[in-house]
C-alpha cells in the first residue's frame, strides 16, 4: 500500500522556521522524485520544491528561494522540507507527491499524494 504521510506543520511566527517532512512506504522510493506543493485557501495549488532521487537535482519556485530547502534520506525513505523566515504569504497547506523519476529535479508526472499538513504563519 503506497502512503505518503506529512508531518512538522504548524503555527509560528513571521520569521520563524519549520521543518516538514513526507515519509513514504510502498514504493521504490529510490527511483522517485518528490515535489513539495501547497494551496492556501482561495487559491490554486502551487509546486514549491521538488528533487530527484537519482541526480539529487533540487528546484525552487522563486518566492521561496534561499528561504527553503529541500532534501532527502533514501535510507529512512523521506525527504524534507526546512522553511526558514517564514512569512505569512507561506500560510497554506503543504503536501508531498511522488512521480517517476527522469533525473531533472522534478517528475512530469506525480502518481501519489499525502493528505498534508498545515502550516499557518501569523502573529
Known amino acids: 500500500q503506497v502512503q505518503l504521510v506529512e508531518s512538522g506543520g504548524g503555527l509560528v511566527q513571521p520569521g520563524g522556521s519549520l521543518r516538514l517532512s513526507c515519509a513514504a512506504s510502498g514504493f521504490t522510493f529510490d527511483y522517485y522524485g518528490i515535489g513539495w506543493f501547497r494551496q492556501a485557501p482561495g487559491k490554486e495549488r502551487e509546486g514549491v520544491s521538488c528533487?530527484?532521487?537519482?541526480?539529487?537535482?533540487?528546484y525552487y519556485v522563486e518566492s521561496v528561494k534561499g528561504r527553503f530547502t529541500i532534501s532527502r534520506d533514501n535510507a529512512k525513505k523521506t525527504v524534507y522540507l526546512q522553511m526558514n523566515s517564514l512569512k505569512p504569504e507561506d500560510t497554506a497547506v503543504y503536501y508531498c507527491?511522488?512521480?517517476?523519476?527522469?533525473?531533472?529535479?522534478?517528475?512530469?508526472?506525480?502518481?501519489?499524494w499525502g493528505q498534508g499538513t498545515q502550516v499557518t504563519v501569523s502573529s
Open positions: 507527491a511522488a512521480g517517476s523519476d527522469n533525473g531533472s529535479a522534478c517528475p512530469k508526472t506525480y502518481y501519489y
Open positions: 528533487i530527484s532521487g537519482a541526480t539529487g537535482k533540487e
